[in-house]
């Protein structure tokens, strides 16, 4: 498990001051802050939705889902819209910072910078420190 972690690309993105990243393949667009729909009766976690080039996607806030003060929304504020379980669903990060690959991913501890390690499907190493790798299907399904 750990070896295919290591063999791919992640994209590095912050929230709330702290990197974490997701697996390149799990991305499949990276676009501006725009406006988001609220929508009611949703899960608490789901700011809205936005109109992708004719095309509904629902939007999670990973702030509201984790615990973590609410974001500002700034000029580098992004939605990494991701593909998961055959669906397209928006992530709000306060920023993207690059695409990595990673020297060694160890197993995710328990907590992670407070949040439940079951949501990480690792913990890659850089030369600058650690980052957290997210289980996106496990954060949006469970």
Known sequence: MMDELLNGQY??????GEKYALKISDVYEIIKMQNITPIHNSKAFLEGIINLRGRI??????????GLPD????????????????EMIGIVVDKVNQVIRFSDIQPP???VAGIDGS?????GITDEGVIS????DKV???
């Open 133 to 136: 790798i997210l289980n996106i």
């Open 109 to 111: 501890p328990e907590m």
């Open 71 to 86: 974001y500002t929304s700034t000029k580098k504020t992004r939605i990494i819209v991701v593909k998961s379980r055959n």
């Open 57 to 66: 996607i629902p939007v999670a806030n990973l702030h509201r889902k984790f």
């Open 119 to 123: 949501y990480f499907e690792g913990v």
């Open 140 to 142: 949006l399904y469970e």
């Open 11 to 16: 994209v590095v993105y912050e929230l709330a």
